[in-house]
């Protein structure tokens, strides 16, 4: 089993097993990350970000992470603006970039986008974000964060809160927790809870998972709560944003019941979701998170060009 | 009985039957099998509301020099799956197909999510992958959504 050459479009593509072996080869790649080592694995290698949807964050762990292990990045920012597409398909798009790079990394406002590119693409593309879609790169950061936490990821109690309908990284989340036997509990405004499919996805693949109304109730006996912000930029309804906005706020207060071991994340940016008095406590997993970026894409690079990591 | 019944359509030399269809279906078959491709000799013959032992009331229609096409089937297969398939030579029965579920579902239906890269003018057809099969549910292989009324989202 490697993972050379292969595509990372969703995270229905990978098993548990490989799962495991991407968050062992990201803990492997932490003083990478931190600059405490270095290696020249990619060197020779180009990488093609290819982002036709704003992303900053995303953009930028990709490229340090193939800057760490000696790669170099090509960079097409927000190409909807740029004269490289000019009204061309996505389909010509990528057959062109497979030939700058040796993998491509695809942020594109259209679900599936990236399924297609994997299909058109004879080099390795790793998903970035496909519109509403998948955005698995995220979901093993998140993995990785709660693994490192914990020691583990099999049997942990988990609370999803927020715009669970919109927000993408939760449904892969979501659907990779169950994989681990966890048991999710839902809170979210009215009208964002998370799509019922992906509530019965999670049922098959062995998990537990159950709608709360109260946020302090579902965070008693929790291991982990997860924020995720509201999807401004996906309601098609600004009124119906209006009526959201701001109705939720984990604070010091919100976590009074909950257990000592129990830490926060959120992908960020947030916007008021959580409380910055929650910044100083060993409750904030969010900048660790944030961090663990890097050496997660650093492990996906380096298996997808080289099946291994140094 | 169903003699006397059968006799409101003429019989044809050549040609296609598919019987058993659920009832009201008529009209969605005749979609699918796109009219418009058919030859001007060619009588199309639909029946609603026929009685039936299996299924209460059926439709069925009959098609003259037509064979079904592997999409034709697939199709069939997800608004008429109780459908069976007669090939007619000769006046006479030669081949009964029954419909059954393929693996993939390629350019029949259109992916219900309207930002899908499947509706978004690229070069390439819709395609879905069974996801269950009871009920049966495929899944987009682009964007995952879930279809489970085909009816609403057949092509053209
Ligand atoms: N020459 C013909 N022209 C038009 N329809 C025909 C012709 N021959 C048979 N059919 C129709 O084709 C279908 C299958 O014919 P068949 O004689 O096998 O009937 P059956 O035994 O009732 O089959 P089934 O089990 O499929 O109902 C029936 O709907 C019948 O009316
Ligand atoms: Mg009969
Ligand atoms: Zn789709």
Redesign the pocket.
Known sequence: MSLKGRDIVSIRDLSREEIDEILAAARRMIPYAEGTRSSGSLSGRIVVLAFFEPSTRTRLSFDAAAQRLGGRSLTIADASESSLRKGESLNDTIRMLAHYGDAIVLRHPNEGAARLAAMVSDRPVLNAGDGAGQHPTQTLVDLATIRESFGTLAGLRIVLLGDLRHGRTVHSLARALAIYGSAIRTVSPPGLSLPPEVAEQVVELGGEIQEEASLAKAVRDADVLYVTRLQKERFLDPAEYAQVAGSYRVDAAALQGARDRLVVMHPLPRTGEIAPELDATPRAAYFRQAFLAVPVRMALLGLVLNGKVP | M?TVR?LK?Q??RNGT?I??IPNGRALDVLRILGLRALGSDSTVSVAIRVRSDKLGYKD?V?VENMELTARHLDALCLIAPSA?I?I?RD???RD?RVVDLPAAVTGILTCPNPSCISNVGEPIESEFEVARRRPVTLRCVYCERQVVDFLHHLRG
């Open positions: 169903g059968e359509i019989p044809i039957v019987d058993h069925i009959k069976t007669s007619i006046f006479k029965v009964k």
